[in-house]
């Protein structure tokens, strides 16, 4: 069971340039979420879902949109990327309380 | 924004001996979370709290809530080299989205 799988792991960017992170789960969960970690700032929301076709914006949705097409995936975007988005990234899915986190996307603005 | 603010922010202590980190808010919550976080990792959930006075026992792990649903602390007893990582709170809000903490890392020494 592979719980939620993000990709890509690593990504540099430079500045300007656009991406989508991909975010998978197989726990058939409703609730979706995209964090950032950034040093001494614990874990922000930037955008959830609360189902297939449904997206909200969390507390920093700046510079970014998201889309839940399928149940099963959450797609970040970045469109122009900025070296202030340089962070972690995480993915989490919920069906209750409990988040289910994946391991992260370490992405780089220079 | 609802915050939580963790204390200490960081702690590095000798095997074997105890300890306790707080996550504290003016603001009340329907629940809180606690999660360990090594690094490279997503964060894992360790404990679901939801009754104000509601204390739960993970081995060595002492989680408790507030009365008033406002804060909660996580004991450490006999800390083990095992137990170093990044321990975050978090409070639960409405539509299953979760507020946190800025964490406190946590080193035990052996």
């Known amino acids: 069971n592979a719980g939620v799988t993000q990709t890509p792991k690593f990504r540099v960017l430079k500045t300007g340039q656009s991406m989508t992170l991909l975010c998978a789960q197989d726990?058939?969960?409703?609730?979706m979420y995209w964090y950032r970690q950034d040093p001494g700032m614990g874990l922000r929301l930037i955008h959830y879902?609360?189902?297939?076709?449904?997206?909200a914006k969390g507390e920093v949705p700046d510079g970014y949109n998201v889309s839940r097409l399928k149940k099963q995936n959450f797609l970040l975007g970045l469109e122009s990327a900025a070296p202030s988005q340089t962070s972690v990234y995480f993915c989490?899915?919920?069906?209750?309380?409990?988040?289910?986190f994946g391991s992260g996307t370490r992405l780089t603005v220079v | 924004t609802q915050l939580l603010e963790q204390s200490p922010q960081f702690l590095s202590i000798q095997e074997g001996e105890n300890l306790t980190v707080y996550c504290n808010s003016s603001?009340?919550?329907?629940?809180l979370q606690w999660y360990r976080q090594e690094p490279g990792e997503g964060p894992v959930l360790l404990v679901t709290?939801?009754?104000?006075?509601e204390v739960k026992k993970l081995k060595r792990l002492t989680f408790q809530f507030g009365d008033a649903r406002k804060d909660s602390s996580l004991h450490i007893t006999a800390a083990q080299p095992g137990d170093t990582g990044l321990y975050l709170c978090?409070?639960?809000?409405?539509?299953?989205?979760?507020?946190f903490g800025q964490g406190t890392r946590l080193t035990i020494n052996p």
């Open positions: 879902s609360v189902g297939e076709g449904t997206t």
């Open positions: 709290v939801v009754t104000g006075g």
């Open positions: 603001s009340v919550f329907s629940s």
């Open positions: 978090a409070g639960g809000q409405g539509a299953q989205k979760l507020v």
């Open positions: 726990m058939n969960h409703e609730y």
């Open positions: 989490a899915s919920s069906k209750g309380r409990g988040y289910t």
